[in-house]
């Protein structure tokens, strides 16, 4: 099982980026699926998480600006970015909770993908 994320990049504050990622490989099922991201220097965060019927979750500091969401018929989560500040600066990992068989679960990463915003 694989996740890929895309759609990092270089923005301006106020701008828009859209991140996706795609699970692939042997999928039974997938529960949560979320984003993180770290800052340098700081922990790594958990900034949304939607659940397989939709329950929706979000740290503080993205709620109004930030919107998740998935498709499952194609195993992938969104996370659609409006109003970006400087401080949103980071890498951004997609994380998912997977079944390769239904009683197979396992916790997933992607690789990363960067999101810079200046000012």
């Known amino acids: 099982v694989q996740l890929v994320e895309s759609g990092g990049g270089l923005v301006q504050a106020g701008g828009s980026l859209r991140l996706s990622c795609a699970a692939s490989?042997?999928?039974?099922?997938?529960?949560?699926m979320s984003w993180y991201r770290q800052a340098p220097g700081k922990q790594r965060e958990l900034v949304a998480t939607i659940s397989r019927i939709g329950t929706l979750q979000y740290v503080d500091s993205v709620k109004g600006r930030f919107t998740i969401s998935r498709d499952n018929a194609k195993n992938t989560v969104y996370l659609q970015m409006n109003s970006l500040k400087p401080e949103d600066t980071a890498v951004y990992y997609c994380?998912?909770?997977?079944?390769?068989?239904?009683?197979?679960?396992?916790?997933?990463w992607g690789q990363g993908t960067q999101v810079t915003v200046s000012s």
């Open positions: 490989g042997s999928i039974f099922s997938i529960n949560a």
């Open positions: 994380n998912a909770d997977i079944a390769r068989r239904p009683t197979l679960w396992a916790n997933y």
